[in-house]
């Protein structure tokens, strides 16, 4: 039988209580993807938040991706439905969405990635439809699994946010609540410092109210130390950003031959 809609093996491995292993990207470039996916992540994350990646881009990295079982996810740099649909037309397997502040923008967001009679995405037969091609070609399929399939993870960055948290966690159809430690810890007044009181705080509280919902808890950890704290936190979706893995590396390699 001919693949459709591709099944989202992260959000299946989410499902089952797996930790996903991602990486932040912000190349362009579908070779490295491509390699990052043989690697064996689970996911990659391609910004268009902070990144140079657009939609013309997604569709090359999705090919990427499409290689192996990882999983494709956009993260968008505004939560607007064309903006969103647009980007998940691609064949991208999830959408990101920063600073999610209240349950309305989370809502917003679950409406903009999901089609009818879950929320209001435009409907067309994109590249995620396979450009309508694979026969016979049905919208109402296309729909039905593109539901299911279709990941969607809120980034929580704000006091605002975290005050909002307990009605964020109750919107349905959202999988992943995560934090983004960047920029909350800049919102609290402490950039960068993750280790800062306020901040593991506010860690603290973000991790204690997604354990209590049906949402699985995301964050950025750019360490193997920060990567296996926040396992041991209870953190499903871990993305880590592969220029941190592989700087120490090439270091580590070119001073040891360097001095052989
Ligand atoms: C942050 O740390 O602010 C993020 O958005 C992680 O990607
Ligand atoms: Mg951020």
Redesign the pocket.
């Known amino acids: 039988m001919m693949v459709r809609v591709k099944a989202n093996r992260a959000k299946a491995k989410l499902r089952a209580g797996e930790t996903l292993i991602g990486t932040y990207m912000r190349h362009r470039d579908a070779g490295i993807s491509e390699i990052l996916c043989y690697l064996g992540f689970d996911f990659i994350l391609f910004d268009s938040?902070?990144g140079p990646i657009a939609e013309a881009d997604a569709e090359n990295l999705a090919r990427a991706c499409e290689t192996t079982e990882c999983t494709p996810i956009i993260r968008v740099n505004t939560n607007m439905p064309s903006m969103i649909g647009r980007n998940l037309d691609t064949g991208m397997q999830g959408v990101q969405i920063?600073?999610v502040n209240t349950a309305e923008e989370a809502r917003a967001a679950v409406r903009a990635a999901k089609y009818q009679p879950i929320g209001a995405r435009g409907l067309a037969a994109a590249r995620a439809a396979h450009f309508g091609q694979l026969l016979p070609f049905s919208y109402k399929e296309h729909i039905e699994k593109s539901n299911e399939e279709t990941m969607v993870i809120v980034?929580i960055?704000t006091p605002q946010a975290i005050e909002n948290l307990e009605a964020i966690v109750e919107v349905p159809n959202i999988d992943v609540i995560f934090i983004?430690p960047?920029?909350l810890s800049n919102s609290l007044g402490h950039p960068g410092d993750f280790k800062h009181p306020d901040v593991q705080r506010a860690f603290e509280r973000i991790t204690a109210m997604v354990a209590k919902s049906d949402k699985k808890l995301g964050v950025l950890a750019a360490t193997t130390e920060a990567v296996i704290d926040w396992k041991h936190r209870g953190a499903r979706y871990i993305m880590t950003v592969f220029e941190a893995i592989l700087g120490p590396a090439v270091r580590n390699f070119l001073s040891t031959v360097r001095q052989a």
Do not use: A, L
């Open positions: 938040e902070h920063p600073m980034q960055e983004g960047t920029d």
